[in-house]
């Protein structure tokens, strides 16, 4: 089975910085991309950045510029340093995985960690 584990969150002051890690295991074929989404209490999830395998970032308007995400050296871990936090990027953040097993390639997600930006 795939397992995808997130760490990193907590609550900073605005301005701060933290950085999140994702850690992709089981049964792992091949990784597509990886990512960050996150969804604030009453909206909907939203992409934050994600990678390619080859190295191929897109990001959110809303974090250019603060945040920037990359792949471990074992292209199974995902990780994105926020910087100059502010309080609306206040929201649980989920890490995704497109990746492909012995059977099926699908996205993939992690079971949340909170990050909360205080003003």
């Known amino acids: 089975q795939v397992q995808l584990v997130e760490s990193g969150g907590g609550l900073v002051q605005a301005g701060g910085s933290l950085r999140l890690t994702c850690a992709a295991s089981?049964?792992?074929?091949?990784?597509?991309?990886m990512g960050w989404f996150r969804q604030a209490p009453g909206k909907q999830r939203e992409l934050v950045a994600t990678i390619t395998s080859g190295g191929s970032a897109n990001y959110a308007d809303s974090v250019k510029g603060r945040f920037t995400v990359s792949r471990g050296n074992t292209k199974n871990t995902v990780y994105l340093q926020m910087n100059s936090l502010k309080p609306e990027d206040t929201a649980v953040y989920y890490c995704?995985?497109?990746?492909?097993?012995?059977?099926?390639?699908?996205?993939?997600w992690g079971q949340g960690t909170q990050v909360t930006v205080s003003s």
């Open positions: 995704n995985a497109n990746l492909r097993t012995t059977l099926i390639q699908r996205d993939y």
């Open positions: 089981g049964s792992i074929f091949s990784i597509s991309a």
